[in-house]
């Protein structure tokens, strides 16, 4: 009887182990976390990177990019193809993609989604990506309480003359908007749903998509699952059937739970205090993020470019990125970041020091324009929003600016406090303070226009006629050479050794997450999207 | 004892009134735009747009109707932050969670505190008295981050493959165990500190020493006499712990990765999202003010003299 119970276990134990190892072989899983519950699924309404990096997974993209650093636009999206001729783009669709209802992707569901996404009445955050299209700022900016805004919806330059063709009118050639169409806010939506279940269409058991994964289950807060939609036109590209995305908002517990083995892949940050000991892994993966971290000058306070120039020049970027930032940012010496197109021509003019306090020159650039500011102030007000990262760089600063004589006060407002002190116009007691600015699409426009008079997300009060001229010259300028020099000659204004030194940058961002030795293919694109196709395990 | 009730619920009407009053006033007080969460500017005609959809370019008393009009129909309104789910939404998916958690903390507190405090006013001065009140100090004074995340260390990471314990989330009783204890933990400590006060206060009493000096047995006049009497604080303490409890607790949900509703909490205020403040706001009232009633209604029971007063 012994012998037959031991026999029976032993049998049991043996199937159960082929079980698992052929079901392993069968389906693979994937845990990969992330850190935050995504605000929107909707591509019209997501303004964050968590949420784009679901949509651009479960959804095709109309635009890929390619996973170099030049970010070339690839025929592998839902547009196969496309042709630019002067501010007219015309997309040719593929006729492949379908809906997971087995409904094709045509044409008019990506104007109607476009147009959606314009309407005043759906009231999205990021219209203004389409604001480069005919007509789509005026649609947006009408009052439908006020006005009848029909008029102006079919005014907007898009159309669809067939199935699978999209005419785009531009307000002036631009020839990066092909890279900008890889934004998330581009990608179409399934608008019988959306008229079906109103709000509710983004759940689960409600959606519609067209991309490589499918939406299984979102349990708000809590997790996502993604599951290989087998129907996807490329579907034998893809290695793994099912993602569980667990939303673990602290870094120590997605640390532990990726050390436990529970998760394959650790997205949700990490603590500063983790990181040395986690850099020596070969887990650890990191990635350019675009974007440059900055400090700005009140212009109107402190107001003698050369003092603003010897602030800039006595920042230890060096010392901030190794003991601080400890991801391996870049020390940046211009506000255009390393990774934008043509970013060695355009910074041509770059002479900011990187060490500013290591080396003796840097600090002795930094006292020579000192001596030549004509009233310097000596006392600034340095306002940060509240966060560790930001203090610590804050006191950093502090004390290379120390050197120089001049004393701050730092400042740690509330994130949204903050961001309303600084208007534009910024409250006149603040001297400098802290932003970042991250790309929405690849091209220089995207950083410079930032410091353009009238811009909203210019804190400095600086204004320069001949900038905003070169700024409104580069974006109507489709040539790409002509355009580059443009380019050059404003962040030689900005960042140059004859330039007005609005603002001090710091270093280019960069991220990190882990990865488990045995996975491969996880791709953290340069703009914050995260892209789950290219996944196997060993 | 209806009577009591009824004037009771009927009281609550302007408590609300009130909490949403001064929860609307201190939200505009701090101002900030809930919509933009980036560092980027939101151009002109989309902020009209986001004003327009959300109620913002209305005057603030046409907002504050809406507000007070949303909560007696319960009808809450759109997150401003989570644009696909509305307050109802986000309080019926997270409120069960931190009420589950909540109600298994106050569990432990109860089944472990008071005994622990009853049994140390028993054995008054006994190396059983020190002991208990050595780990109530600790168990007090200890932030409830720092056992969260030893708890999580230990429990979960080092010995996990012997607990069974997961490292985070909230599916199967594994999960519960550590976040309810970690959670439950200062409240045990809290209710054995009162019971063990209030009992050898009680314990001191006259009528106790007559029932001893009649021949009571003594476990009948301690669970009798002495009990009833010395479990009043602990039960006027219960009443606002188990609404802050229910409510959910930040820090431990965000460690223990647990999708309750503590968070919103605080990321409503810092987003300044409105509407899911204005609703979680009255709900964590309303909770409180149920929970004071039903204290108030047991108070009946353990002291009869309250009962009288109060017809």
């Known amino acids: 009887m012994w012998v037959g119970l031991a026999l029976a276990l032993a049998l049991t134990i043996a199937g159960s182990a082929f079980a698992a190892s052929h079901a392993s072989s069968k ?436 204004c320069n006629p001949q900038y905003d001229s070169l700024i409104n010259q580069a974006v109507h300028t489709p040539n790409t050479e002509a355009r580059v020099s443009l380019y050059q000659k404003a962040e030689a204004l900005l960042t140059g050794k004859n330039g007005d030194m609005p603002i001090a940058p710091i270093y280019f961002y960069v991220g990190a997450y882990l990865e488990k030795t045995n996975v491969k293919g996880f791709y953290a694109n340069p703009l914050g999207t995260d892209f789950f196709d290219g996944i196997s395990v060993s | 004892m209806a009577k009591f009730v009824i004037r009771r619920v009927f009281w609550t009407i302007p408590v609300i009134l009130l909490v949403i009053l001064m929860t609307f006033g201190m939200m505009k007080a701090i101002k900030g735009n809930p919509f933009r969460n980036t560092e980027r500017n939101i151009p002109a005609a989309i902020q009209h747009n986001l004003n327009r959809e959300f109620h913002l370019d209305k005057p603030w008393y046409i907002q ?30 997270t409120f069960p969670v931190s009420a589950e958690l909540g109600g298994l903390a106050m569990l432990f507190a109860v089944i472990i505190g008071i005994p622990l405090g009853i049994i140390a006013a028993l054995r008054q001065n006994s190396a059983f008295d020190y002991g208990a009140m050595a780990f109530s100090n600790i168990g007090f004074a200890v932030p409830s981050f720092l056992t969260s995340t030893l708890f999580l260390y230990f429990f979960a990471l080092k010995w996990g493959n012997f607990t069974g314990f997961p490292t985070f989330g909230w599916s199967g009783f594994h999960s519960k165990v550590l976040p309810a204890i970690a959670l439950g933990l200062a409240p045990m400590t809290y209710f054995a500190r009162l019971v063990r006060g209030t009992m050898l206060e009680t314990l001191q009493q006259d009528y106790i020493r007559t029932a001893k000096a009649k021949g009571l047995r003594w476990r009948r006049v301690v669970g009798l006499h002495v009990l009833r009497n010395s479990l009043i604080p602990a039960v006027t303490a219960a009443a606002p712990l188990l609404g802050y409890l229910v409510t959910g607790s930040f820090v431990i949900e965000r460690i223990f990765a647990i999708p309750g509703i503590g968070q919103y909490y605080v990321t409503s205020v810092s987003s300044r999202d409105y509407s899911v403040t204005m609703g979680i706001t009255v709900l964590l009232s309303i909770l409180i003010i149920v929970a004071n009633l039903l204290v108030d209604i047991l108070y009946g029971f353990l002291d009869p003299r309250t009962r009288d007063l109060r017809t």
């Open chain 1, 27 to 462: 389906s693979t899983t994937v845990t990969i976390s992330i850190g935050a519950e995504p605000p929107s699924l909707d591509p019209g309404l997501a303004t964050d990177t968590t949420s784009a990096t679901i949509i651009a997974n479960i959804n095709d993209p109309i635009i890929r990019l390619s996973q170099t650093p030049a970010l070339t636009p690839l025929h592998t999206g839902l547009a196969q193809n496309w042709k630019v001729k002067g501010s007219t783009v015309t997309l040719y669709l593929r006729h492949n993609d379908h809906w997971t209802n087995g409904k094709p992707v045509t044409a008019q569901d990506v104007v109607g989604s476009w147009l959606r996404t314009i309407s005043p009445e759906l009231a999205a955050d990021y219209a203004y990506q389409f604001y480069g299209i005919v007509g789509a700022q005026a649609y947006n900016s009408c009052d439908p309480s006020k006005a009848d805004c029909n008029a102006l919806r079919a005014k907007v330059g898009i159309s669809a003359p067939n199935k699978w063709t999209v005419v785009i009118h531009l307000v002036s050639p631009q020839p990066w908007f092909i890279q900008q169409l890889s934004h998330t806010s581009f990608i179409p939506t399934y608008l019988p749903a959306i008229a079906k279940y109103g709000n509710k269409w983004t759940e689960a058991a409600n959606i519609v998509t067209d991309g490589p994964f499918k939406l299984a289950s979102w349990k708000h807060n809590a997790s996502l699952t993604l599951v290989k939609n087998p129907k996807w036109r490329n579907a034998s590209s893809i290695h793994v059937n099912r993602i569980n995305i667990p939303i673990i908002v602290d870094a120590g517990t997605a640390l532990n739970a990726y050390k436990a083995g529970k998760l394959q892949i650790d997205t949700s940050g990490f603590n500063p205090t983790d990181i040395p000991s986690l850099k020596k892994l070969p887990d650890w993966h990191v990635f350019p993020n675009l974007g440059t971290y900055y400090y700005g000058f009140n212009v109107k306070t402190i107001t003698d470019v050369n003092e603003r120039k010897a602030l800039a020049a006595a920042i230890d970027r060096h010392a901030i990125v190794k003991y601080i930032g400890q991801l391996g940012q870049i020390p940046a010496q211009t506000f255009t970041p390393q990774g934008i197109a043509n970013w060695q021509l355009i910074n041509k003019s770059k002479w900011l020091p990187i060490n500013g306090d290591d080396t003796a020159s840097g600090l002795a650039i930094a006292k020579s324009y000192m001596a030549k500011a004509k009233n310097p102030v000596m006392n600034i007000n340095l306002y940060v929003n509240n966060s560790a990262g930001h203090v610590q760089i804050a006191q950093a600063i502090q004390a290379n600016w120390q050197k120089l004589g001049v004393s701050v006060n730092i400042k740690v407002l509330e994130w949204k406090q903050y961001l309303q002190f600084l208007g534009p116009p910024p409250d006149s007691s603040v001297g400098a303070y802290r932003l970042g600015w991250l790309a929405d699409y690849p091209e220089d426009y995207d950083f410079l226009s930032l410091w353009t008079c009238k811009s909203g997300n210019n804190n400095t009060n600086w």
């Open chain 2, 64 to 93: 504050y109707a809406y507000y007070v009009k949303g909560v007696f129909t319960w009808n809450l309104g759109p997150s401003m932050l989570q644009r696909n789910q509305t307050v109802n939404d986000i309080v019926s998916e």
